[in-house]
């Protein structure tokens, strides 16, 4: 039996609770996650890890006390985000580790992986936006231009955990899918701005397209793009934001 101090939770989410035990984490799933959504985050993780990518390796997947489990490597360190709240005048520095970990993901190949343009097009039709509004926006996705880069997608400093020897890793491997780097740019914008850190959000942006020889015009044109696709989610609080990105297509 395990005493309390060797089991430690670290998250508590609605519907998830990550905990960590030894040279484990678990990450443990409601009965709000399908079996299927869960096996298809370990499988992305799974597929992640082949690519060589610093990442927790999968230990196991697993059902404790009625609920789905994943066990993978814990990584002691610290996320970026804590490191970015701790010492607000490094900002710059952690930007740039930021963007050149993103960079490395982009480098990499995951044929399987699920088509992003596919997910996000889908994701629209099922927005309640107006018909044709859908229509012209699907549209849209779907004459940008295809890349295969992996794409981590919800690519934000709280999903790197940076080890003692400074090594970063990358974790939370639920929505990687395949596309054009720029998208994923865009959505990792969006995630900056919609919790309040607009300015982190312009830096960044700004940042990336240098760093990758973008021009910043075109890498905004993904914005009302993945915009769109994130109404689905439904937050009271992020609608007014996404509909301006929405509604800033000419
Ligand atoms: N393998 C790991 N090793 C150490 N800490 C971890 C690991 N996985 C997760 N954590 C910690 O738990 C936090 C939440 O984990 P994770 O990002 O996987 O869940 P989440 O953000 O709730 O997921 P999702 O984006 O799927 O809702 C991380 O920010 C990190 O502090
Ligand atoms: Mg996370």
């Known amino acids: ?21 030894g040279d484990k984490l678990y990450k443990t799933f409601d009965e709000t996650y399908s079996k299927s959504s869960v096996l298809n985050e370990s499988l992305n993780q799974a597929r992640i890890e082949e690519t060589g990518l610093k990442i927790p390796k999968i230990k196991e997947v697993t059902v404790i006390d ?66 044709s509004t859908r229509y012209d926006l699907a549209m849209r996705w779907r004459e940008m231009p295809d890349h295969n880069s992996v794409l981590h997608c919800d690519f934000n400093p709280s999903n790197v955990i940076i080890k003692k020897d400074g090594t970063p890793y990358i974790i939370d491997w639920s929505h990687a899918s395949q596309g054009n780097a720029s998208a994923d740019a865009a959505k990792t914008y969006l995630i900056f701005e919609l919790d309040g850190k607009k300015d982190i959000a312009e830096k960044y942006l700004k940042l990336f397209c240098e760093k990758t020889g973008t021009d910043e015009k075109y890498a905004r044109t993904w914005i009302p793009l993945i915009a769109a696709a994130q109404l689905i989610k439904g937050k009271a609080e992020n609608r007014a934001i996404l509909m301006k990105h929405v509604n800033s297509v000419e």
């Not at 039996?1 to 035990?21: G, N, P």
């Open 66 to 131: 009625g609920k789905c489990a994943i066990i993978m490597e814990f990584i002691e360190g610290v996320t970026l985000e804590d490191l970015m709240d701790e010492h607000p005048q490094k900002i710059d520095e952690y930007l740039n580790l930021f963007v050149d970990i993103q960079l490395e993901i982009h480098s990499k190949r995951s044929p399987l992986l699920t088509k992003f343009k596919d997910k996000m097009t889908d994701k629209i039709f099922k927005s309640d936006l107006d018909a």
């Open 1 to 21: 039996m395990k005493t309390v101090q060797e089991i430690t939770a670290l998250a508590k989410r609605q519907s998830k609770l990550i905990y960590r035990d």
